[in-house]
């Protein structure tokens, strides 16, 4: 499935209209004076990056004197159907007269420059790591069946009073509408897909329920070693090589998540999401995300609202979360029970 892009840029001016190239992966796709209002559709293979280049030119004295908001506006950024907002790329300020050469973030630009901004591919397959031997099985049919890390299969039976003797929401789930729950602690959303893929591939299963994790957190491995990590930008080990995956240098990974949200690497990532509904679909699984986090979960519902669980609607402020690496309270994870029982029911 190929990458859809969508950006209107707006000109500003009142007499010369601004000079404008706009250049998507390395194709120009415009070059001339912004005289109107233009809508830009383009293609890009799903497995690549994304280089966005839009660069200004033309700004004269005179234009600063006569007509000083002379310039243009990215008055749309659409990535797959989810909505990007533009402040998230950057504009170099250059050949500007009186004005040394600077950054600035925004939509409305008038200086002359160029507005830059690239987001990473980061594939959603990956290799299973943790409790390989649980997926490795064929011939099973279940009516629900979980994936996921964490709070899908969390223990409360180290904890103290009250949490002793609780339990997450997938098993409480299932003790009233039946299920087997394949999830295990510690693995990334690369390992989460590549499970479901495998169960489905040599088994039945009528819903898929699957919690996803963090777009920062992810699977990476070393293409020289072929060792595999689980690692996100706040992880203390140096890990200076390039990942078999992406092909990209940990390094420039961990720069793009300092200063970028996450919210372009989602919208880059969705014809993975839609081909993984596809292929459930095909082999009779009806599959729902289910997200804990508010930035990923609305644009995924803006693209495949008819996959999307009800939010998990956890406190972040709670003593529990933060001692707990960001964990529901088992009180939260009963009451999720009850919304996706309830959710369940509506639907099936």
Known sequence: MDAHIKLQLTPVYTKQAPSITLNI???????EHLNDKIDFKHVV????????????????KSIINSDPGNGFIISK???????????????????????ETHTIHGKHFTLNGEYFLEIPYYTLRGQITKNKDRVNITGQHHKYCFFG????????????????????YADLFMQKMGGINLASSGQTNQE?????????????VDVCLVQLIGTVGRQVKNANTKEIYRWSPHTNKNLDHV????????????????YLDTTPVLALQMPEYQK??????????????ISY??????????????????????????KYCKDNGHHATPEEQENYSQSLVDFIRKIT
């Open 293 to 318: 986090f508010r930035d990923e979960y609305d644009p995924m519902k803006q693209v495949i609202p008819n996959n999307m669980a009800p939010y998990f609607d956890i406190d972040p402020n709670t």
């Open 149 to 168: 890390a964490s709070m899908t299969d969390w223990d409360f039976t180290q904890g103290t009073p009250p949490i002793h003797d609780k339990e997450n």
């Open 243 to 258: 990942d078999e995956f992406t092909k990209s240098k940990l390094k420039n990974i961990q720069e793009y998540f300092v």
């Open 276 to 289: 993984l509904v596809a292929y459930a679909e095909d082999r009779g699984s009806k599959i729902f995300f």
């Open 77 to 99: 950024l659409d990535i797959n159907g989810v909505k990007i907002n533009p402040d998230v790329g950057s504009y170099q300020c250059t050949n500007n007269d009186y004005l």
């Open 25 to 31: 992966n390395g194709n120009t796709i415009f070059n």
């Open 45 to 60: 293979q799903s497995d690549h990056s994304l280089r966005l280049k839009i660069k200004r030119s033309g700004r004269t």
């Open 192 to 204: 989460i897909f590549e499970t479901v893929y495998k169960y489905l591939k040599n088994n039945k």
